[in-house]
Nanobody, 127 residues
Framework: QEQMVESGGGLVQAGGSLRLSCAAS????????MGWFRQAPGEERSFVAA???????VYADSVKGRFTISRDNAKNTVYLQMNSLKPKDTAVYYC?????????????????????WGQGTQVTVSS
């Protein structure tokens, strides 16, 4: 059974850094697009970043220059390095996998395109 487990969330002060990890199991995701999304209380789930099997990356404008997504196919793991964190980055962060290849930003950023999801990890940034 496919499973995705996030880790690395926590409480950090504004300006600090966190590195999220998402370990997948049950199948290989080396040819899947891997994405990170987040959801703050009272808000819809929103796109953060995605990395295609080709290692091409896309980011939401709100995190460009601060967050970096990467993957290690040998470990079936995707990472999100978050620097210069702001209070508005506070949310539950979810990783997801899209098994159908798509190189379009609209496709990579749409949560409905993703097939597998983790349970989420809380990130809280204090001011």
């Amino acid at each position: 059974q496919e499973q995705m487990v996030e880790s690395g969330g926590g409480l950090v002060q504004a300006g600090g850094s966190l590195r999220l990890s998402c370990a997948a199991s049950g199948r290989t995701f080396s040819t899947s697009t891997m994405g990170w999304f987040r959801q703050a209380p009272g808000e819809e789930r929103s796109f953060v970043a995605a990395i295609r099997w080709s290692r091409g990356t896309v980011y939401a404008d709100s995190v460009k220059g601060r967050f970096t997504i990467s993957r290690d196919n040998a470990k079936n793991t995707v990472y999100l390095q978050m620097n210069s964190l702001k209070p508005k980055d506070t949310a539950v962060y979810y990783c997801a996998a899209d098994v159908d290849y798509c190189s379009d930003y609209e496709c990579n950023s749409g949560p409905l395109n993703y097939d597998y999801w983790g349970q989420g990890t809380q990130v809280t940034v204090s001011s």
